[in-house]
């Protein structure tokens, strides 16, 4: 075995210096010349190809291929033969030779082989990128040759953004952008060209599967969140949580708690403005001092905004009757209370301190139906001052009555005319009214209008009558005749048929008298009336008038 490699090595060394010295231009001897057809062959890893090395030597012999690669012949004739190469999976050379005239002759060619890139792929993307900062690519690429051939592009979507050769094996290539609002969205990708229509082929493609960008941007202020200052135990609220100049709003995530309750938000967005609203419900465990907050995440960023708040328990006032429905004369007590540090003044009495009930005693009459109490409550919670009010009315039962002063119990009224009995009876409860007439059961209707006549002429007991007793007021009706009404008139008349009469009378005395001489006309008086003459005078012979 020692022996065997130096020989070995020397046959390598004479091949190598006989395959020098064929190749060598302007060789003695050789007139006629082998050709290897085709010339510079490309292949695919892999690929096959036909051989064929012929001379114009008339006399050429023994034509053969000389390579390493898995050879087939295929055919030969006078300075010809075809040989079939197979399984060629790198560069490689190859030779053809023969003999003419008794001299060897030579040929040889190169192959060389193409294979598309292993591996080519873009690196992962940032999940978010911010807008305005550099974005670097980086595309991978393995394997691929020949490597003089081969280029990597960077690409955003058919955009090419850079164009660099592979020269490594294991190549890297990149490339820096500035990320903008439009790159939102945009699919980057890498791709590799292998260029070998210098050798009569295509060029040869392979890209790598597309990743998308998505960018962002957010505003330097926090969010807007409004929120109330207090909140009081199993009670509502509406929140809401806005935040403008936010790019895109549509994928921003509002987070909306009251401390360690997250509430149910409802999440809209118009352009670059995005709104959460929620309902905060206050629990009794989360009483005293909370916070509500706000967060807005984009981007693997987020923006955060607080408000203090304070839950609070805010018990009463409870106002209470000792009897709601109380009894004339009976003792009442009104209580007015409510929670913890909460003050209570009732009717502007004021509890003896916060916590502490306050309380009313009374002797009900009948002025206190219907009265009305008071109960304010004052609780401080953080500063301010929070107010309530209650109210409830007692109820006092008494007999009935009618009120004297507001029923007349003599009424004078004229037959067939048009009344009113004006009657009022109070009571608690209220009381029914019914006046009837002495002796029968006739009915005058109250505080209604009727026809009025001789019947309703008499004495009436008016009773009111309730569950609490029973009041009688008697009261007497006059009613005059139906002709009453005629006496005027007649008075009328025969006053002046008397005065008629005694009209009457006089003048017929008046002529009797002129007849007799008894009266006489003063010239000097153009007008009556008649004077009667002096006694002396009656026994003068009247004058005649001219």
Not at 2 to 29: H, N
Not at 72 to 87: C, R
Not at 500 to 518: E, I, N, P, Q, S
Request: hydrophobic share 40%; proline share 7%; net charge negative.
């Amino acid at each position: 075995m020692a022996t065997m490699i130096p020989a070995v090595s020397w046959l390598r060394a004479c091949w190598t210096l006989l395959v020098c010295c064929l190749l060598t231009p302007g060789v003695q001897g050789q007139e006629f010349l082998l050709r290897v057809e085709p010339q510079n062959p490309v292949l695919p890893a892999g690929g096959s190809l036909l051989v064929n090395c012929s001379t114009d030597c008339p006399s050429a012999k023994q034509v053969t291929l000389e390579t390493s690669l898995s050879k087939e012949l295929v055919d030969n004739g006078t300075g010809w033969a075809a040989f079939w190469i197979s399984k060629v999976t790198g560069d490689n050379r190859i030779l053809c030779s023969g003999y003419c005239n008794g001299s060897q002759i030579i040929g040889s060619t190169g192959i060389t082989v193409y294979r598309l890139p292993e591996r080519v792929e873009l690196a992962p993307l940032p999940p978010w990128q911010p807008v305005g900062q550099n974005l670097t690519l980086h595309c991978q690429v393995e394997g691929g040759s020949p490597r003089t051939s081969l280029t990597v592009v960077l690409l955003r979507w058919e955009e090419e953004l850079s164009r660099q050769p592979a020269v490594e094996e294991l190549a890297e290539v990149t490339a820096t952008v500035l990320a903008g609002r439009g790159d939102h969205g945009a699919h980057f990708s890498c791709r590799t060209e292998l260029d070998l229509r210098p050798q009569g082929l295509r060029l040869l493609v392979n890209t790598s599967a597309p990743r998308r960008l998505r960018t962002f941007a957010l505003p330097v202020t926090p969010p807007r969140l409004v929120a109330p200052r207090f909140l009081e135990v199993e009670t509502s609220w509406p929140v809401d949580c806005t935040l403008d100049g936010l790019f895109p709003a549509s994928e921003a995530q509002v987070h909306l708690a009251l401390g360690d309750q997250v509430l149910n938000a409802t999440v809209t967005n118009h352009g670059d403005m995005i709104t959460a609203t929620a309902t905060a419900t206050a629990r009794a465990d989360q009483e005293g001092a909370r916070q509500m907050i706000c967060n807005v995440t984009l981007g693997g960023e987020r923006l955060e905004a607080r408000e203090n708040l304070t839950v609070f328990s805010f018990l009463g006032p409870i106002l209470n009757l000792s009897e709601p429905s109380a009894p004339e004369g009976s003792t009442v007590i009104v209580s007015c209370m409510a929670g913890a540090r909460v003050q209570v003044t009732l009717d502007g009495v004021p509890a003896a301190a916060p916590g502490q009930p306050a309380q009313l005693q009374l002797n009900t009459t009948e002025n206190d139906n219907g009265r009305s109490f008071f109960c304010s409550a004052t609780l401080e919670v953080d500063g301010e001052f929070l107010h309530r009010n209650s109210s409830v009315q007692l109820r006092v039962l008494y007999g009935p009555q009618i009120d004297r002063a507001k029923c007349p119990q003599h009424l004078k009224w004229k037959d067939k005319t048009t009344q009113v009995l004006q009657c009022q009876a109070r009571g608690n409860p209220l009381p029914q009214l019914q006046c009837l007439k002495e002796g029968s059961s006739q009915e005058v209707p109250v505080g209604i209008p009727f026809l009025v006549n001789v019947t309703h002429n008499g004495t009436y007991q008016c009773q009111a009558v309730s569950s609490r007793g029973k009041y009688t007021l008697v009261l007497v009706i006059n009613i005059e005749a139906g002709n009453s009404h005629f006496v005027p008139v007649l008075l009328a008349v025969f006053t002046t048929l008397g005065v008629v009469t005694v009209v009457v009378a006089l003048t017929y005395d008046f002529w009797a008298r002129k007849r007799r001489g008894l009266y006489h006309v003063r010239q000097e008086s153009p007008s009556l009336p008649l004077t009667s003459m002096p006694t002396e005078a009656m026994n003068e012979e009247p004058s005649r008038v001219e």
